[in-house]
């Protein structure tokens, strides 16, 4: 069964610095999706991409962040200067013609 | 704005035992609502899915929900529990629009006695 996947599982960094996270969505999927969740607390929208551009954004999601589609198969998200408050699980989801996300594992961000 | 109200932050039930998790919704129109699971650590996996027809839904793991309309509600029950349901339980409606943006709810943590 096909499968949304991520990496790092963890990546541990120091504030200030670059992260990316990386993600695999499922391959005949068009739309994608990064949500994140603060521990102990519920999952957030962040950011929605279809056709190559950004299709909606969170508050949330302000200049420190960026997502992109490098190469038609992996969707990133840039945090440019983590913040500590950055530290959180990170989601990527994607969607076909079912209106049903499709999550991966997640992401946990620890920054330092 | 849409939104989504899970009003048990923390249930408790025996194991063997019947649940329900209560979700309550906001919007305007038919929403179309999902129930995901998310054990420690993991990540998050749809249990169930509403989007039209028949009110009384069956997911995997022997969990079914039913849409209310009347009362905005889409209660996720299952007749007997099991340990391996102790997790947390995200209800969530899709924003609509052209993102489908999900907006999820608290969530509940189901914890099972023995």
């Known amino acids: 069964e096909p499968e949304v996947t991520q990496t790092p599982s963890h990546q541990v960094t120091q504030m200030g610095q670059e992260v990316i996270l990386r993600c695999v969505p499922i391959s005949n999927h068009l739309y994608f999706y990064w949500y994140r969740q603060i521990l102990g607390q519920k999952v957030e929208f962040l950011v929605s991409?279809?056709?190559?551009?950004?299709?909606?954004k969170s508050e949330i999601f302000d200049d420190q962040f960026s997502v992109e589609r490098p190469d038609g198969s992996n969707f990133t998200l840039k945090i440019r200067s983590t913040k500590l408050e950055d530290s959180a699980m990170y989601f990527c989801?994607?969607?076909?013609?079912?209106?049903?996300?499709?999550f991966g594992p997640g992401t946990r961000l620890t920054v330092l | 704005a849409q939104s989504v109200t899970q009003p048990d932050i923390h249930i408790t039930v025996s194991e063997g035992a019947s649940l329900e998790l209560r979700c309550n919704y906001s919007?305007?129109?038919?929403?179309?609502l999902f129930w995901y699971v998310q054990s420690p650590g993991q990540g998050l996996q749809l249990l169930l899915k509403y989007f039209s027809g028949d009110t009384l839904v069956q997911g995997i793991k022997g969990f079914e929900a039913e849409f209310k309309r009347s009362q905005s509600s889409f209660n996720l029950r299952k007749p007997s529990v099991h340990w391996s349901d102790a997790a947390e339980y995200f209800c969530a409606v899709v924003h609509g629009g052209a993102t489908n943006k999900l907006i999820f709810g608290t969530g509940t943590l189901l914890a099972v006695q023995p």
């Open positions: 989801a994607s969607m076909g013609f079912s209106n049903e996300q499709f």
């Open positions: 919007y305007g129109a038919t929403p179309y």
């Open positions: 991409f279809y056709n190559n551009e950004i299709s909606e």
